[in-house]
T-cell receptor, first 117, second 112 residues
Framework: SAVISQKPSRDICQRGTSLTIQCQVD?????MFWYRQQPGQSLTLIAT?????????ESGFVIDKFPISRPNLTFSTLTVSNMSPEDSSIYLC??????????????FGPGTRLLVL | GENVEQHPSTLSVQEGDSAVIKCTYS??????FPWYKQELGKRPQLIID?????GEKKDQRIAVTLNKTAKHFSLHITETQPEDSAVYFC???????????FGGGTRLMVKP
């Protein structure tokens, strides 16, 4: 499985500010995903980040609020913009190595725990 | 899109007993079904997965069964141990593609 790291591991931010979360993988991967996990809840997909194309956002998530970059096959960033307390959550990146059309294992990063005051 | 329902939301068992968690899905084209275990404060970790060309898969004390006709799949943990205590998530791909829809999670507590 891929080794995935995220920075920062946690942060406390003031409302109205922005935070950029980095996701680094130790091998080249085709697809990367960003999830949000609110306390005690399941995982909700924010967007799919593919190298060389625009990110694809899920219903309820917009690029202005969650801009994503995917400059190469081992790295991606997610920015949480103009934060409010409702954005307090754990943000996780995941990777899928094969790009198979019928679904392949996703491996998760350790997550970034965000608290907005 | 895919809708994944997971039951029960909490499950408490005595050490040594078996635990069963069930998920149903809506997209009949789905053909890949992973299970993740998430310990408190940790990332979700894949514990087992199954593809639609088989009905059952085992890995030591863990097994997954799949009924494509009924569109449900289940996680079975035998001889439970306290370290099995965690939240378990099932998932299914949306539109038979790469994006996963997760179930709501099951908090399993194994009492010593």
């Amino acid at each position: 499985s891929a080794v995935i790291s995220q920075k920062p591991s946690r942060d406390i931010c003031q409302r109205g500010t922005s935070l950029t979360i980095q996701c680094q993988v130790d091998s080249q991967v085709t697809m990367m995903f960003w999830y949000r996990q609110q306390p005690g809840q399941s995982l909700t997909l924010i967007a799919t980040a593919n190298q060389g194309s625009e990110a694809t956002y899920e219903s309820g998530f917009v690029i202005d609020k969650f801009p994503i970059s995917r400059p190469n096959l081992t790295f991606s960033t997610l920015t949480v913009s103009n934060m409010s307390p409702e954005d307090s959550s754990i943000y996780l990146c995941s990777v899928e190595a094969s790009g198979r059309a019928d679904g392949e294992t996703q491996y998760f990063g350790p997550g970034t725990r965000l608290l907005v005051l | 899109g895919e809708n994944v329902e997971q039951h029960p939301s909490t499950l408490s068992v005595q050490e040594g007993d078996s635990a069963v968690i069930k998920c149903t899905y809506s997209d009949s084209a789905s053909n890949y079904f992973p299970w993740y275990k998430q310990e408190l404060g940790k990332r979700p970790q894949l514990i087992i997965d199954i593809r639609s060309n088989v009905g059952e898969k085992k890995d030591q004390r863990i097994a997954v069964t799949l009924n494509k006709t009924a569109k449900h799949f289940s996680l079975h943990i035998t001889e439970t141990q306290p370290e099995d205590s965690a939240v378990y998530f099932c998932a299914a791909p949306r539109n038979a593609g790469n994006m996963l829809t997760f179930g709501g999670g099951t908090r399993l507590m194994v009492k010593p």
